[in-house]
């Protein structure tokens, strides 16, 4: 079932349900692709209409922040809980289950780390091909191709909200792939680039307060968390 957040429809699913939906997508034959927007994205959606409707032909689109649910809590639709996108790809690696993945966005160095790391850790997991996340528009046919050749089932895209989302709405009919997912910073994180956010500030529901501490440049993006809140809050007070 779908929830609506000021126009984006987020599936209302839990953790488990997600990862079975994801392996369920990687094994049919079909292309799916999966977004994990945030209360920032779903602020970006609601001002930017051509990426609100990218997110919402998304075939599972997860809600991936606390400020996303607390959002439904205020619309009087709740969310049943937070599904990070980032946990959701470790459970995948964790799950054993054999799946061949490509790897893009990135940095070229931070992609190299990521791809070792995996490579080291998750045996069931193959790496079929990776590339950084820097490209010009003419490289694309080119990415594509390399995608496509590599055969792999899972493709995972890096390059930030709402390039990432906009790319794969864009190219998802000419990409081969059983799921195509945006990841945001996941690869960063993998490779040990940004650091996880501990524990005790997702407990305290101050994932965003951590994030702002560690990366000061998200500050402009972080303001449109409130003012995100206070349109919902307008929304609930006066439909
Ligand atoms: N990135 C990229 N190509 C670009 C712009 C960004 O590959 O043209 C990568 C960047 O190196 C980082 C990720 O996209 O790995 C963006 O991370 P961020 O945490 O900002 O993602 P978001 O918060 O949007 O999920």
Excluded at 34 to 51: G, H, L, Q, R, V
Excluded at 212 to 233: D, E, G, S
Aim: glycine residues 6%; positive net charge.
């Amino acid at each position: 079932m779908k929830t609506n957040i000021l126009g984006t429809m987020i599936d209302n699913i839990t953790k488990d349900y997600a990862l079975k939906t994801l392996l369920t997508f990687i094994n049919s034959e079909k292309t799916h692709t999966i977004y994990t927007p945030n209360a920032e994205i779903c602020m970006e959606a609601y001002k930017n209409k051509e990426f609100q409707k990218a997110l919402n032909e998304g075939s599972l689109v997860i809600p991936d922040g606390q400020g996303v649910v607390l959002a439904s809590k205020i619309l009087k639709t709740p969310l049943t809980e937070k599904v990070a996108g980032f946990k959701l790809i470790l459970s995948l690696f964790e799950s054993k289950n054999p799946v061949s993945i490509y790897l893009f966005g990135s940095k070229p160095e931070v992609i190299e780390k990521a791809v070792s790391i995996i490579k080291n850790k998750y045996s069931e997991i193959t790496i079929v091909g990776y590339r950084n996340g820097y490209f010009e528009e003419s490289d694309i046919p080119l990415i594509i191709s390399d995608i496509n050749k590599s055969k792999a089932q899972f493709l995972l895209v890096g390059l930030g909200a709402p390039k990432q989302e906009l790319f794969i709405h864009k190219y998802k009919t000419s990409l081969f792939c059983n799921v195509i997912m945006g990841v945001g910073g996941s690869i960063d994180v993998i490779a040990n680039e940004v650091k996880r956010v501990p524990e005790v500030f997702i407990t305290l529901s101050l994932e965003w307060f951590y994030r702002l501490i560690m990366q000061p440049k998200r500050l402009k993006r972080m303001l449109n968390i409130p003012i995100f809140l206070l349109i919902c809050i307008k929304k609930r007070l006066f439909k």
